[in-house]
């Protein structure tokens, strides 16, 4: 059964690519009956096709002989450009975009707080060796440039409680979490409860990307802690916990980490405070690259167990 190609009259601007195929293909067999055989077409959809050529060509490239169609001198100045047309379109057709991450020398760009530099950061980069071992990582902050940093492809993925990027990305939980409150092993305070959450010194961390969370908790509560000390990031306080009677209440993932390389004491924080997720996000406008999207599998896979 042949199909009957519905083709509309056209000024020929651009010529329609199954017209090249239909020419292609009545030149190479000599016959509109085979060249509808070949295309899988009836033979009235070639004749129509070929009018159509003739037309915007003005001439008419196949002249019926007794060995067949024989090409008019300017189809057969065609058939040369027609061929390397046909030939990239099937070029074309074949690509797919790949990536080896073995043969990679790519620095891949990830977006996050100075917390997870200690907590994320080194298992992101021992997942990436192990499969792409020429590879290299760059971290950049979380700021206010991060969505256009993100859309433009100077970051490629960003983690964290990201919760103002808007419309445009995607994004992936890696983990829930919650809260914990560290200090001093001996503290003066004995047992960090509410009553004495209120009563003891704290220290602050201003850039934390949950803070807002922490803010709302404590005003929801009717507490307004004592801020002895504000710290732009989360590396700082080991030295300053261990040498103070301040407490610091933090994200569990960051202060569980601080707590056991300083030998701190972390308790859960008495006063109810919103949990929150830690997401993977990234633009739709690199959601199908290969390599994008081999960094944010690799991403996902070695820091979703975390939590």
């Not at 199954?18 to 004749?47: D, M």
Request: aromatic share 6%.
């Amino acid at each position: 059964m042949h199909l009957i190609l519905p083709i509309k009259p056209t000024n020929m601007a651009d010529i329609d690519l199954r017209l090249l195929r239909l020419f292609h293909a009545v030149y190479e067999t000599g016959s509109t009956t085979k060249a509808a055989i070949r295309l899988g077409l009836s033979q009235p959809s070639v004749s129509i096709g070929l009018g159509q050529l003739r037309a915007h060509y003005g001439d008419p490239l196949f002249v019926q002989m007794t060995g067949g169609m024989t090409p008019t001198p300017l189809a057969d100045h065609l058939i040369g450009p027609i061929r390397r047309t046909l030939d990239d379109v099937r070029t074309l057709s074949r690509h797919r975009a790949t990536f080896d991450p073995a043969q990679t020398t790519r620095r891949f760009r990830v977006a996050m707080s100075d917390a997870s530099h200690l907590t994320l950061l080194p298992h992101l980069f021992a997942a990436i060796r192990r499969d792409a071992p020429g590879a290299s990582l760059e971290a950049s902050p979380i700021d206010g440039d991060l969505a256009e940093r993100l859309a433009n492809g100077e970051v490629d993925i960003a983690v964290g409680l990201i919760p103002d990027l808007g419309s445009g990305f995607y994004q992936r939980v890696l983990y829930d979490q919650g809260w914990v409150s560290i200090h001093r092993s001996g503290h003066t305070l004995g047992r960090l409860t509410r009553d004495a959450f209120s009563r003891a010194e704290h220290v602050e961390v201003t850039n934390g990307t949950g803070r807002t969370l922490l803010r709302a908790a404590l005003e929801t509560a009717g507490i307004a802690p004592k801020i002895a000390l504000s710290l732009p990031g989360f590396l700082g306080l080991p030295s300053v916990l261990t040498s103070s009677d301040l407490v610091a209440t933090l994200p569990q993932h960051i202060g569980r980490a601080l707590a056991e390389h300083a030998e701190l004491s972390v308790v859960n924080c008495p006063i109810p405070i919103e949990g929150f997720q830690v997401k993977l996000h990234w633009h739709a406008r690199y959601h199908a690259d290969p390599e994008n999207t081999w960094f944010r599998e690799t991403a996902f896979s070695a820091l979703a167990r975390l939590g």
